[in-house]
């Protein structure tokens, strides 16, 4: 897909985010579609009500427990992401305070962020 993008002239980034809420964590949870949803808009007290739609998909990968004990690194995470999205739609470069810095996709680097309780740069190994 990110070549496909690439060949069309578009800039395009790769991540995974892997952050799960410490309470969902302790219930063994992982990261499940539309989970980083949250962390983009900095729904910290779930205002929106979207935890209550992740938990519905949360409890099919076991998770008992409603609240997903949303903490200080989630909040940092969303922080980051926030940024990353920010500078992304006013530069075309997602870049944010204490995140390193994200190269555009190329197969011959193929790098990616990774989120699990921070942002790391990583390629994939080979």
Same mark, same amino acid.
């Given at each position: 897909?990110?070549?496909?993008?690439?060949?069309?002239?578009?800039?395009?980034?790769?991540?995974? +985010?892997?952050?799960?809420?410490?309470?969902?964590?302790?219930?063994?949870?992982?990261?499940?579609?539309?989970?980083?949803?949250?962390?983009? +808009?900095?729904?910290?007290?779930?205002?929106?009500?979207?935890?209550?739609?992740?938990?519905?998909?949360?409890?099919?990968?076991?998770?008992?427990?409603?609240?997903?004990? +949303?903490?200080?690194?989630?909040?940092?995470?969303?922080?980051?992401?926030?940024?990353?999205?920010?500078? +992304?739609?006013?530069?075309?470069?997602?870049?944010?305070?204490?995140?390193?810095?994200?190269?555009?996709?190329?197969?011959?680097?193929?790098?990616?962020?990774?989120?699990?309780?921070?942002?790391?740069?990583?390629?994939?190994?080979?």
């Amino acid at each position: 897909m990110l070549e496909a993008l690439k060949k069309q002239g578009c800039h395009e980034y790769a991540c995974i +985010f892997d952050q799960v809420p410490a309470a969902w964590k302790n219930e063994d949870c992982v990261s499940v579609h539309s989970i980083e949803i949250p962390y983009v +808009f900095g729904d910290w007290y779930d205002s929106t009500g979207w935890w209550a739609s992740v938990y519905m998909l949360t409890q099919q990968v076991s998770v008992k427990t409603a609240d997903p004990g +949303f903490g200080t690194i989630d909040r940092n995470v969303s922080e980051a992401i926030m940024g990353l999205w920010t500078s +992304f739609a006013k530069t075309g470069i997602p870049r944010a305070q204490g995140v390193p810095d994200w190269p555009e996709y190329s197969a011959n680097i193929d790098q990616y962020l990774n989120v699990c309780g921070c942002i790391w740069l990583r390629s994939t190994p080979g």
